[in-house]
């Protein structure tokens, strides 16, 4: 079974632009979720999405949105970008239906602002 | 909400040493609190998992232990051997609520031979 897939890999961009990141989840998996992970900070959870409606969303400001598709696939976009913004953003996928809530990671999309 | 704090952020062992890094939380709500292995470089990947009804969860030489009362939970890595050197992080997750994943910091575990 193919694991969870992100895209790019690496990604540099300059300030004030904005990013669009891809997550393929693992087949039959149907909740998506996306963090960003920084040296500083850890893992922070952005948001989640489950059959296509976001069902949860973490502390971070509007400019980082996302969406996912009837296929489950999942993108963020992050626009107009800040210095603050370089990290590993990564994408996890699980079941999410009963008591199975067992996350698979990307390997992340590493963002460099400059 | 939730708030998940890790110690220590570093540790530096012998190869054939025990391991433990603690974790606290503070929303009661939490029941599951699973375990991942960071290699650098490389995903997170879920090494063990516990929740609420159980203390104690062993696979091989990696075992948690939950103390609901006290709101921490600890992973311990018996003899320790070298490809155990990675980032570990903790987390807490409330299942039955919002599913807000809280991460720990991490810990840096250095295995040397």
């Known amino acids: 079974k193919a694991g969870v897939t992100q895209t790019p890999r690496y990604l540099i961009k300059t300030r004030g632009q904005q990013v669009t990141l891809s997550c393929s989840p693992i087949s039959g998996h149907r909740s998506v979720s996306w963090y960003q992970q920084t040296p500083g900070q850890g893992l922070q959870f952005l948001f989640e999405?489950?059959?296509?409606?976001?069902?949860n969303k973490g502390n971070f400001p509007g400019r980082f949105s996302g969406r996912q598709f009837s296929n489950s696939r999942s993108e963020m976009n992050v626009s107009t970008l800040e210095l603050g913004d370089s990290a590993l953003y990564l994408c996890?996928?699980?079941?999410?239906?009963?008591?199975?809530?067992?996350?698979?990671f990307g390997s992340g999309t590493q963002l460099s602002v400059l | 909400g939730e708030n998940v704090e890790q110690h220590p952020s570093t540790l530096s062992v012998q190869e054939g040493d025990s391991a433990v890094i603690k974790c606290t939380y503070s929303d009661s709500a939490s029941n599951y609190f699973p375990w991942y292995k960071q290699e650098l470089g490389k995903r997170p990947q879920l090494i063990i998992d516990?929740?609420?009804?159980?203390g104690e969860k062993k696979d091989q030489r990696i075992a948690v232990t939950l103390n609901k009362t006290a709101k921490h939970f600890s992973l311990h890595i018996t003899e320790t051997q070298p490809e155990d050197s990675a980032v570990y992080f903790c987390?807490?997750?409330?299942?039955?609520?919002?599913?807000?994943?809280?991460f720990g910091r991490g810990t840096s575990l250095i295995v040397h031979p």
């Open positions: 516990i929740r609420s009804n159980v």
């Open positions: 987390a807490a997750i409330a299942t039955g609520g919002s599913y807000i994943p809280t």
């Open positions: 996890a996928s699980s079941f999410r239906t009963g008591i199975n809530e067992k996350l698979f």
């Open positions: 999405y489950f059959s296509e409606t976001q069902r």
